[in-house]
């Protein structure tokens, strides 16, 4: 026991003793002192070093040869890498940096293995983006020399890892978060496990890794030995399954890491890891589901990089932008939980239920009744347990399966879709979304809470939501997308088409023009409800039009009204009751024009001979400005055209006016004049368009009727006596000229 700051033996036993002080000292200097070197098995001694496993030591010392993973100093290096990446603006690695990292991780490896004795050690594995090496020790005096590097930092031991052994996607709302287009588009998530039967019709049916283009498996390899199958248990093929179903646009990246026993150790998960980081470019990898571990009890975070192994590979991946997650284990520990599940920055996953399944008994336990959000009995749980997830039961790929292997691939299929959806939040902010929105579920067993994935509640409420955030619609038609998942209704809002509603979403537009303006939520996945506004705060709107069911079908809504050219609509759409769904806003603004047009004629009545003019008047009733306006004139039989305003011309009976465009309540007038030929009554018809519609057709057309008398008969002047003298006068003088005449 330590008493008043002094060390006092309990046995007289100088093994013993010696036992009692490396753990006194272990604590006094805050050396780690770990799990495996217990009291007990020091009682006989055994050579200890605070770098390197008590059971490794005692091996070689016993002459036994040691697999081990070796963990470099590479504070230097990540000193560099920060610089690199302040310098160039970048919040994760990219291709240069950890081109860089590459680099000195080889350099390191180097200078350090250069150093041994060579026949004394053989390097199995080098891992590119790792300050670390897998190597074969083979005395005791090769692993003190190793370990008395000030450049080596830790030795593990390569231990053995295990399994974490269609109705959980409804548990976490994950179709209507699909609905609304958050389907992980564009992200690969690198699942380590057994492989995946890519041939699988849950995959595409791939012929090979991204083939077809519709294959969902865009790389499979084989980190252990190949034992000549895709997948030799299922495992990695369910696990694939579910990310496929969580996400249903991300791909699958395997990474076969278990050998034909059902068994993987550190060295092929660090590998696996490894191999994330080297293809997270050429992939677009954001996340590693592990569903695996080492089935050891871990009463804390174990943060120590000293006795972790996946402290280093952990921190490496999730600098290159990669959210680790993994299964938390199914030994039933209510108090702990499994390597790597338990190392600071992976998401760690414990399993409940989705549904009743009646009484259900595992290999560790018995669950005597089961519910829907109830922890599965074997689910390792503590208070440093991320999160939880559905894991009993899952049908994916053909294949039923039970454990928090089952929980992870849930959550890293939820990662995925946000990953995509917000890819510029930080990795911290991406799993907040998650754990700050689950349904909270409390543990029987320990007390504790923890959020259940909520994927539909993780993406949060939409960006339009409030009033203020309103978005700017673009343009005189279109079409845009949305939802009102998580929308809420604000302080002061009206009431939309007279409903109470409270998941309302807005948009903003203004009209280029005046016209009539048309709003529809056509397409809409749930009962809609519309309104149109004018004004600058919710509270205090006027309302220009609003409706909750215009008959279309399925719910929607649909208003028209004039819009002003100019003016600021807010437009406002929510669900009936509290519906709420994938939103479908349609718009347009068109042009309408009511013209209408007069006739008149003079004289009337006419005598046939003489000029008639016509006189026709275009008037715009409005809203919009008529543009395009053309006059159409049919001249009546029986005349000749003689003549017409500018921009007139005439061709046959018809007579073509172009008008251009005519502002609304203004008027425009022409004049056309014929000549009739003949007496009756002339009938002359025209009609006016425009290139806006026209909601009054009946008012674009005018006629006159004319009445033309025949012409007079020619008078015969009367003449004088003296006058007819005067003309036979003139006759007889003409008649003496003439040649041949005699005078």
């Given amino acids: 026991m330590l008493s008043k700051g002094r060390i006092t033996v309990l046995r007289d036993s100088a093994p013993f003793q010696r036992t009692i002080v490396a753990g006194a000292l272990t604590i006094l200097l805050g050396l780690p002192f770990l799990a495996s070197h217990s009291l007990a098995e020091e009682a006989g001694y055994r050579p200890f070093h605070p770098k390197a496993p008590a059971a490794v030591m005692d091996r070689l010392t016993a002459g036994t040869p040691q697999d081990v993973i070796v963990l470099f100093d590479d504070s230097a290096v990540a000193d560099e890498a920060k610089t690199m990446r302040r310098d160039r603006g970048l919040v994760h690695d990219d291709n240069a940096v950890l081109e860089l990292k590459g680099r000195r991780y080889r350099d390191i490896r180097q200078r350090v293995l250069n150093a041994l004795p060579s026949g004394e050690f053989e390097i199995k594995r080098e891992y590119s983006h790792l300050p670390m090496a897998f190597l074969k ?3 005791k005096a090769a692993m003190d020399r190793l370990l008395d590097r000030p450049d080596v930092l830790a030795v593990y031991e390569n231990r053995k890892i295990y399994h974490q052994l269609t109705q959980s996607l409804p548990l976490v709302d994950q179709p209507e978060a699909a609905s609304v287009g958050y389907k992980g588009e564009g992200i690969t998530v690198a699942v380590i496990d057994t492989g995946v039967n890519y041939t699988n019709s849950a995959f595409g049916s791939c012929t090979s890794p991204g083939v077809p283009s519709g294959c969902r498996v865009v790389a499979s390899v084989d980190l252990a030995e190949n034992d000549g199958v895709l997948d030799s248990s299922g495992h990695g093929t369910n696990v694939s399954g579910i990310i496929a179903g969580t996400a249903s646009k991300t791909k699958i990246a395997a990474v076969d890491v278990f050998e034909s026993d059902g068994s ?9 890891i490894n191999w994330a980081i080297d293809n997270r470019s050429a992939y677009n990898i954001s996340v590693i589901n592990m569903s695996l571990g080492d089935g050891l009890k871990n009463t804390s975070a174990c943060g120590s990089y000293i006795t972790n192994a996946f402290m280093t590979p952990i921190a490496n991946a999730r600098s290159a932008g990669i959210i680790p997650v993994a299964a938390s284990g199914n030994e039933a520990y209510s108090d702990g939980m499994a390597k790597p599940a338990c190392t600071p920055g992976v998401v760690s996953v414990g399993a409940v239920y989705d549904s009743n399944m009646g009484q259900l008994a595992w290999s560790t336990c018995t669950d005597s009744s089961t519910a829907a959000d109830q922890i599965v009995c074997f689910s390792n749980s503590a208070n440093f347990l991320t999160m939880l997830a559905p894991g009993a039961k899952i049908t994916a790929a053909g294949y039923i399966s039970s454990g928090t292997s089952q929980a992870s691939p849930h959550v890293a299929g939820a990662v995925a879709a946000l990953r995509a959806a917000f890819p510029s939040e930080t990795l911290d902010q991406t799993v907040s979304r998650l754990t700050g929105n689950g349904t909270q579920i409390t543990d029987p067993r320990n007390g504790v809470t923890k959020p259940r994935l909520n994927l539909l509640a993780a993406i949060g409420a939409p960006g339009n939501d409030l009033f203020a955030a309103a978005p700017l619609l673009v343009g005189n038609n279109g079409v845009v997308t949305g939802s009102n998942y998580n929308a809420t209704k604000e302080t002061g809002e009206p009431n939309h088409a007279g409903n109470t509603g409270g998941k309302s979403v807005w948009w903003k537009w203004s009209a280029s023009f005046t016209g009539v303006a048309t709003f529809d939520t056509h397409g809409s996945g749930f009962d809609t409800l519309l309104g149109v506004y004018t004004g600058t705060g919710v509270s205090s709107l006027n309302q220009v039009a609003a409706n909750n069911n215009d008959g279309s079908g399925g719910g929607t809504s649909g208003v028209t009204f004039t819009a002003v050219a100019g003016t600021e609509y807010r ?9 709420s769904g994938p939103v479908t806003l349609n718009w347009n603004l068109a042009p309408q024009a009511d013209l209408s047009l007069s006739a008149g004629d003079s004289p009337d009545p006419l005598a046939a001979g003489d000029d008639l003019t016509y006189t026709l008047t275009t008037l715009n009733l409005g809203p919009s400005t008529a543009t395009g306006v053309t006059l159409t004139d049919i001249l009546p039989a029986n005349t000749l055209f003689v003549s017409a305003s500018d921009g007139c011309s005439q061709s046959g009976d018809t007579v073509t006016c172009a008008q251009g465009s005519l502002a609304a309540g203004n008027s425009a007038a022409v004049t056309i004049v014929v000549r009739p030929q003949a007496a009756g009554t002339l009938n ?7 290139d806006a519609s026209d909601p009054v057709s009946g008012n674009n057309a005018a006629a006159t009727d004319t009445t033309v008398t025949a012409a007079p008969p020619v008078a015969v002047p009367a003449h004088s006596q003296w006058g007819l003298l005067f003309v036979v006068a003139l006759l ?8 041949g005449n005699v005078t």
Wanted: hydrophobic fraction near 40%.
């Fill in 137 to 139: 020790v083979r005395t």
């Fill in 264 to 272: 993987s150790t550190y060295d092929l998960l660090v590998a696996g």
């Fill in 571 to 579: 437009i406002a759409v929510d669900g009936y009751g509290g519906a």
């Fill in 684 to 690: 002359n018809s025209a009609s006016v368009s425009s």
């Fill in 732 to 739: 007889g003088l003409y008649m003496a000229r003439k040649p």
